[in-house]
């Protein structure tokens, strides 16, 4: 009984994990006023490749909002989510970055913004489409629409 006792004791010195907050997914949080994503992660082939981005949207507003992710230096591709809504992005269409500059595995940076919000500048991880992202292969090499 003392030793149970004594061991027991040894729970003080460690911390418990819920008391942290953490992202339980393979992607990033992204938070832009009434929008909000989850799990926003880039699945691409290799180095060079096209991307297809991946996250759930939600946005909250009553307004429909146009989605913009851009790579450094790249033009911007665009998703669209309607008012009061909770989707994948990837639903529907595809979203696609032309080129990716780094092999899964690896991180880029990623700006994204909505018309509700500043731009949020964030890192995410480039994932190989295997696993449960393997119906995400791109399609092809996408052009990038720039509209103002």
């Known amino acids: 009984m003392g030793a149970a006792l004594a061991l027991s004791a040894c729970q003080t010195q460690s911390p418990v994990q819920t008391d942290y907050p953490y992202q339980p997914a393979d992607g990033v949080a992204v938070d832009l006023g009434p929008v909000q994503l989850r ?70 940076t990623l700006t994204v913004q909505s018309p509700a919000a500043p731009a949020a500048v964030v890192t995410v991880p480039v994932l190989p489409a295997v696993g449960y992202y393997s119906t995400m292969s791109p399609t092809a090499a996408p052009s990038a629409t720039a509209t103002p």
């Open 39 to 108: 799990d926003l992660v880039v699945i691409s082939a290799g180095k060079d490749k096209p991307g297809v981005l991946s996250a759930s949207v939600s946005n909250k507003s009553a307004d429909a909002q146009r989605l913009a992710f851009a790579l450094p230096e790249g033009q911007p591709v665009y998703a669209e989510t309607k008012a009061y809504s909770q989707e994948r992005l990837s639903e529907g269409s595809q979203v696609q970055l032309p080129s990716v500059p780094v092999n899964p595995g690896d991180v880029i």
